[in-house]
């Protein structure tokens, strides 16, 4: 089966055809679209919510979903939402997106059916990276059978904070080193390649050293981070298996306006000056949920949305759960659209994404 879902990942020459086709068609709302996954209300493919979510993928108006646990109570009918999904837009997938790290991090579980696993603490811990590789990869099949086209891993963070609240406490990182970390984090992504699945490598700068969690609020990094917490960014890009890289919303004196206390998720000495400039990424950069206290609490809609794609934030992932509405990924559109008629430069910063995103997604099949 992994060997089947290998075959979806397409031949370069062709990948970069069809990405040039779609860029040629698309118009500044589908490109501003492709650029926005939101969260869901619904369980099942005859859901209206889900339906109305079908047509925004059918129409370009969004470019990818989120799944939470509260959308999957039964495995068929992730199956035949995913389903539809795909078949809305069968040319350009969307990015059908969860959060399966295991342990404690994971939409799919026993109680629908799904095979756990440990956190990546115990795997690291009783594995080697290659037995990894093949536990991940299982996992993977299971999550690619289902439908879905991203895993949001693996965890990039180091173990630096013992008392850490969102990533020790969880035992979410691989280990208290650089190295320990990088060999376990492509162990997970060539098992999900293997399966035809797309990862982001998360949190970038470091989540690991952090004192608090931005899910609440405002986290200050910037006498707790360490540099080497770059270092398994650095050495998963140098091998260029690195598909995304999932921002987080950490704030550091250092990476910030003068002004304003900028998070990472929308501070481009962070995502251009040294993601994209120092470490050499060019693919497509996503951001942590948007609607996480640490932004949501500090910033309007208009300022998130602005301020990450100038920074250069390619992907804007809002889980639509802070205050739930059906029309949010239209609200997001609006103001990209209009931001982009009023600065030319934000309109070429909304073509640059574009163009990362079909190029990523018509590696997939």
Do not use: C
């Amino acid at each position: 089966m992994a060997l089947t879902r290998s075959l979806r990942f397409l031949p370069a020459a062709l990948a970069l055809m069809l990405s040039a086709t779609a860029a040629q068609a698309a118009s500044l709302e589908q490109m501003a679209g492709q650029m926005i996954v939101v969260g869901f209300k619904g369980t099942s493919a005859d859901a209206p919510s889900v339906k109305a979510l079908r047509d925004e993928i059918a129409a370009g108006e969004i470019g990818g979903v989120m799944y939470l646990k509260t959308n999957i109570t039964s495995l068929a009918d992730v199956s035949a939402m995913n389903a539809e999904f795909r078949a809305a837009s069968p040319e350009l997938l969307p990015f059908i997106t969860l959060d399966q790290e295991g342990g404690m991090v994971e939409r799919l579980t026993s109680a629908v059916g799904f095979t756990e696993i440990p956190n990546a603490e115990t795997i690291a811990a009783d594995n080697t990276p290659e037995q990894a590789e093949a536990i991940y990869a299982k996992m993977a099949e299971g999550i690619a059978e289902l439908g879905f086209t991203v895993n949001f891993g693996p965890v990039a963070d180091i173990n630096l904070n013992p008392k850490n609240q969102i990533i020790a406490r969880f035992g979410r990182a691989f280990g208290k080193d650089a190295e320990t970390v990088a060999s376990y984090d492509a162990a997970f992504i060539k098992g999900h390649h293997a399966a035809g699945l797309l990862t982001a490598l998360k949190h970038f700068p470091g989540h690991g050293s952090s004192t608090g969690d931005s899910h609440e609020g405002f986290v200050d990094i910037t006498n707790t981070w360490k540099p080497e917490e770059l270092e398994p960014y650095r050495a998963l890009l140098a091998d260029g298996d690195v598909d995304m890289v999932m921002v987080g919303h950490l704030y550091h004196a250092g990476y910030s306006d003068a002004d304003q206390q900028t998070p990472s998720s929308l501070s481009p000495q962070w995502i251009t000056g040294v993601l994209r400039d120092e470490l050499g990424f060019k693919g497509v950069v996503i951001s942590d949920d948007l609607e996480m206290g640490a932004i949501r609490k500090h910033f309007t809609l208009e300022e998130t949305v602005a301020q990450a794609v100038r920074a250069g934030m390619d992907v804007l992932l809002f889980s639509n759960t802070a205050k739930y509405r059906p029309g949010l990924a239209t609200e997001i559109r609006d103001i990209l659209v209009a931001e982009a008629e009023r600065d030319p430069t934000f309109a070429a910063r909304i073509e640059q994404s574009y163009d990362r995103i079909v190029a990523l997604k018509s590696r997939i099949h």
